[in-house]
C-alpha cells in the first residue's frame, strides 16, 4: 500500500509529515470492499489496509468513514461467524453480512467523547501510561457518547429490518464490563424502536442488547491476538 500513498508536509507538523491518500485508491479500496468476501478475508484486508495509513491521515483526511465502517463490519462479521460480510454503496444501512443464505444489513456507527479531535492526536510508537482516572473518565463519558449517537441515528430512515452496530471507543481494559452493560442496555434502548436488532462492539466483544423491541443480550468475542 505504501507505493499508493503520497507524502506532503504541512506547517502545522514539520517533523510528522502527513499522508495524502488519492482518491483513485480510496475508490478502488471502496469498490474492493463492497464485493461480497468471505469474513475472515475481509477482516485481513481491513486490517491490511488500516495499518498502512497513519493515524493523523486516517482521522484527518476525509472521505475515509467507508473504512471505519469496514472495520466494525469486519469485527461484526467475525463476531457472528457469517460466511461473507460487504460494505453498501447505497446511502444506507453501511454493510451486509451473509450467514446461509441469510443477508442481514446493518448501520455502523461510533460513539466516543463529544469534541475529540483524534486528528490531532499524534503516532506514538511508544506506550505511554494510561493511569485509572483516565479509564474512569473514558467510562463516565459513556452514557453521553451513546445518547448523541443514537439520537442521531433516530433522526434518519433506514429500509426494514436494518440492524444497528455501535462501535464503542471509550475502553477500560474490562475494568468495569459488569458496571457498564446495564448502562449499555439503558442509553441503547431508545434505538430498539427503529432498529430490528441493536448491538454494541466494546472492550473486544460484540453485545446484543434489543431484538425486535424486546431486551434480548447476547455476547460474542471479535478480539484476536493478533489484534494487539
Known amino acids: 500500500m505504501n507505493d499508493s500513498i503520497a507524502l506532503v508536509a504541512t506547517e502545522r507538523a514539520k517533523f510528522e509529515p502527513t499522508f495524502r491518500i488519492p482518491k483513485s485508491s480510496l475508490a478502488a ?9 468471505p469474513s475472515d478475508v475481509f477482516r485481513a484486508r481491513v486490517d491490511q489496509i488500516a495499518q498502512h495509513i497513519p493515524r493523523n491521515t486516517f482521522f484527518s483526511q476525509g472521505g475515509l468513514a467507508f473504512l471505519r465502517d469496514a472495520w466494525i463490519a469486519s469485527r461484526v462479521a467475525s463476531a457472528l461467524q457469517s460466511d461473507t460480510v460487504r460494505l ?7 454493510f451486509e453480512i451473509q450467514t446461509d443464505g441469510n443477508v442481514r444489513g446493518f448501520e455502523a456507527t461510533e ?35 451513546l445518547d448523541r449517537v443514537v439520537g442521531k441515528k433516530l433522526s434518519k430512515d433506514y429500509p426494514p429490518e436494518t440492524n444497528l452496530a455501535i462501535y ?9 464490563v459488569q458496571e457498564g452493560l446495564p448502562i449499555l442496555r439503558d442509553h441503547t434502548a431508545p434505538a430498539a ?30 478480539a484476536r491476538l493478533e489484534d494487539f
Do not use: M
Open 29 to 37: 479500496w471502496t469498490t474492493e470492499l463492497s464485493e461480497w468476501t
Open 88 to 94: 453498501i454503496s447505497t446511502e444506507r444501512p453501511d
Open 111 to 145: 460513539a466516543d467523547i463529544d469534541g475529540r479531535r483524534r486528528g490531532d492526536e499524534p503516532d506514538d510508537p511508544y506506550p505511554r501510561q494510561d493511569p485509572v482516572e483516565a479509564w474512569r473518565k473514558r467510562f463516565e463519558a459513556i452514557p453521553a457518547a
Open 168 to 176: 464503542l471507543n471509550l475502553g477500560c481494559y474490562g475494568a468495569y
Open 193 to 222: 424502536a427503529k432498529f430490528k436488532r441493536v448491538f454494541v462492539l466494546w472492550e473486544g466483544c460484540l453485545y446484543k442488547f434489543w431484538e425486535a423491541g424486546q431486551h434480548q443480550f447476547e455476547k460474542w468475542q471479535y
